[in-house]
């Protein structure tokens, strides 16, 4: 069924009657870096009057839980920890909760200070994050793998080198059972007016070298929405997924069974919408700001 554009009074205000629980994104869906999408504070305040469960879902694995919610903070937004649910955190409760991860194991990630944090949280050593020495062909020979390695986790990581990707690689190849997990595996980043190589760009060339298929935690994928369903317990018929990504949060929200809404001030655009062989959204918007009217409407009311 085609997606139903949403801009009328009357449907906005049915959307928001129909649900319970709202899951967001948040880069393009609530802010552009550091920058808000105007009006989204009086929308999430509006539907935070209202008694609907607000959830923070990303794919972002490079900020904590703790740091998102002092962006939020920041920004004006009222969201705490328990709220925030991102793909470094479902890492690190995977590998807490279902691996049953050995206590004398480390974890060597490629990532950045959000996963690293999340998984020292619930007691898991990690290593890799030095390894930013240049090598050369002469100097393979001093990369070796490590027995105490029993995972090899991947998330965005901005200061990506070859030594990381080769201790990843033999790590991965050469201990067994060892597990090879992707906090996401997003094709693009946004960034600004431009998008960027992702993390599942950079993802695919250790799954190349290895032959080994990563674990992928990250929306649309399975384990990410089994936990998001579970630690919340969710009802799927009276909540709704927001996204800007038609082949990630919307996905995602199909894949659960959940309604959708795509915001058109991130990734997706309109034509991406109407394309009939894009993963179809229940309604789509302008902007997730454009449910600020209805706070307008209630403060002229009372």
């Known amino acids: 069924m085609p997606a139903q554009k949403l801009s009328a009074r009357d449907d906005l205000e049915a959307l928001v009657a129909r649900y319970d629980t709202f899951l967001f994104d948040c880069d393009g869906v609530i802010w552009h870096g550091s920058t808000l999408v105007p009006h989204v504070q009086a929308t999430l305040a509006m539907l935070r009057q209202r008694g609907k469960r607000l959830v923070f879902v990303t794919n972002n694995s490079a900020t904590s839980r703790k740091d998102y919610a002092k962006k939020f903070a920041a920004l004006g937004i009222d969201a705490a920890v328990d709220e925030i649910f991102s793909s470094a955190y479902a890492t690190a409760a ?18 950045g200070s959000g996963i690293r944090s999340e998984l020292r949280d619930v007691g898991i050593a ?3 994050e030095d390894d930013t020495t240049p090598v050369s062909l002469p100097t393979l020979a001093e990369i070796e793998p ?14 990506i080198t070859y030594r990381k990707l080769a201790n990843a690689h033999l ?6 059972g060892c597990l090879f997990i992707a906090t996401n595996d997003d094709r693009t980043l946004p960034g600004g007016k431009y998008v960027y190589p992702g993390t599942g760009a950079m993802l695919s060339s250790l799954v190349h070298s290895t032959q080994r298929t990563p674990l992928v935690m990250g929306k ?18 009276t ?3 927001v996204g800007d990504r038609l082949d990630t949060d919307i996905l995602f929200g199909i894949n659960g069974g ?13 034509a991406d919408i109407l394309d ?27």
């Open 220 to 237: 649309p994928n399975k384990p990410m929405l089994d936990c998001v369903m579970q630690n919340y317990h969710l009802d799927p018929a």
């Open 239 to 241: 909540t709704c997924m």
């Open 126 to 128: 990690t290593i890799g």
């Open 276 to 302: 009939p062989a894009a993963p179809q959204p229940t309604y789509y918007i302008d902007s997730l700001g454009d449910l600020a009217t209805l706070a307008e409407s209630e403060s002229e009311s009372a």
């Open 258 to 270: 959940l309604a959708t809404l795509c915001v058109l001030t991130g990734v997706a655009s309109e």
């Open 171 to 176: 790590n991965i190849v050469h201990n067994p």
């Open 146 to 159: 490590n027995p105490a390695v029993g995972a090899v986790v991947f998330g965005i990581d901005y200061d």
């Open 94 to 111: 995977y590998l807490a909760e279902v691996a049953r991860f050995p206590s004398d194991k480390v974890a060597y990630v490629i990532g």
